[in-house]
């Protein structure tokens, strides 16, 4: 099983090492008022996790996260979601525009204070300010990656510190048809193989074969779990590019057959996908560069991914924002204890279940998945950060 793990992780260990190092958080602050006036009536709880280690599993019966809010928007909107779930939509938008006008606002006046006396002062404010609106928009998209779990009722897994007894790990429920739900088939079938690969799994394996116990390094299950979020967020990229370029060749087709005598870009794409396309990407290249191949078929995605060039392959595997890189970074930390995947202390080896490692990368799958969607949301009104 170890050896499987090994393989794997340096297949795709060039996207993942800059995850290697422990990083240093700078210190939060807390925004202007809300106009919906509810951060003075939310009084702030900890996501709380409610865990039993037994002989053999870990139990855990709410919604929970290993990694808590810093900032306090984080801390108002964690209140937000569990006292008024309804407004904390509303309530993400309101704060993310407070965010973005705070930093604008300490970079005007930098600029306007660049010729004085105070220059320095300002910049060191600006500077300040966006450190602060940098902590709290890793907070706001954790945040909205959470609600996303919490929409298809799968608690994420706590610490795994909570789910060792005498070195042996188990996760329950593994609720692998939730976490499998929210892909498309063709994107399921890559998944699957990526589990297969990944753990040693077979997609149709038995009873006993998901509960055989295998051992495994703690710091190498970190690095899987890593590469799966980024696995997850890549192919929720390339499938959106696969659909569009696939839409567009059949578009393209209908007009050299002459079956539309004027086509919008909106009448290219099914319905409801427009929506993706115009309501959500904030940058088009992020989808990639000479989407339509007019005279080749379009195949399926599989086949679609591995002919694509090395240029594209990267542009769709890479995450676009830093506040994203950075949330990957401390989220894998909190989840195994660890400030840093080479750590020794993390060099333990603990006795699993191929279940629950199986749960553990269909986790991080989706959650790199949700990662891609949520940093669209953000980046409508609140300008992230080119990684």
């Not at 088009?284 to 991914?305: A, N, P, T």
């Not at 269909?362 to 990684?387: C, M, P, Q, R």
Request: glycine share 4%; aromatic share 10%.
């Amino acid at each position: 099983m170890e050896n499987c793990l090994r393989h794997h992780y340096l297949t795709l260990k060039p996207h993942i090492g800059f995850f290697t190092k422990p990083i240093s958080f700078s210190s939060s602050s807390s925004s202007s008022s809300s106009c919906l006036n509810i951060r003075n009536r939310v009084p702030f709880k900890k996501l709380i996790v409610k865990a039993s280690a037994g002989a053999s599993h870990c139990e855990y019966s709410s919604l929970n996260s290993p990694l808590l809010p810093r900032s306090q928007v984080g801390k108002f909107l964690s209140g937000v979601f569990q006292n008024h779930r309804s407004l904390f939509h509303v309530a993400v938008q309101e704060e993310l525009k407070l965010l973005s006008d705070d930093r604008d606002a300490a970079v005007s006046r930098m600029i306007l204070a660049s010729d004085s006396d105070q220059a320095l002062l300002h910049r060191r404010i600006a500077q300040i300010k966006e450190n602060q609106c940098e902590v709290a928009v890793e907070d706001v998209m954790s945040l909205l990656i959470f609600y996303k779990f919490s929409e298809i009722r799968v608690p994420l897994v706590p610490k795994l510190s909570k789910c060792l007894y005498n070195g042996r790990l188990e996760i329950l429920p593994s609720k692998d048809w939730e976490l499998e739900s929210i892909h498309t088939l063709e994107v399921l079938d890559m998944i699957k193989e990526h589990v297969t690969n990944v753990t040693g799994l077979k997609a149709k394996s038995s009873v006993t074969e998901s509960w055989a116990t295998t051992k495994v390094r703690q710091f190498l299950l970190a690095r899987v779990y890593v590469a799966s979020i980024l696995y997850g967020y890549f192919l929720k990229s390339v499938s959106l590019r696969y659909h569009l370029e696939r839409n567009l060749n059949l578009a393209n087709h209908d007009v050299h057959l002459g079956h539309r005598n004027s086509l919008s870009f909106k009448d290219m794409c099914p319905y409801g996908f427009e929506e993706d396309i115009f309501g959500h990407l904030t940058n088009m290249q992020s989808i990639g560069q000479g989407l339509v191949r007019h005279e080749e078929e379009i195949e399926d995605l599989k086949c679609y991914v591995m002919r694509f060039h090395p240029g594209s392959l990267q542009r769709c595997a890479k995450l676009r924002s830093k506040e994203a890189v950075n949330l990957v970074r401390s989220y894998s930390c909190a989840l195994f204890n660890s400030e840093g995947f080479d750590s020794a202390e993390n060099d333990d080896v603990i006795l699993t279940s191929f279940s629950s490692l199986k749960r553990l990368v269909l986790e991080a799958v989706a959650f790199g998945s949700f990662l891609w969607e949520t940093e669209d949301y953000i980046n409508n009104v609140y300008k992230l950060k080119d990684h």
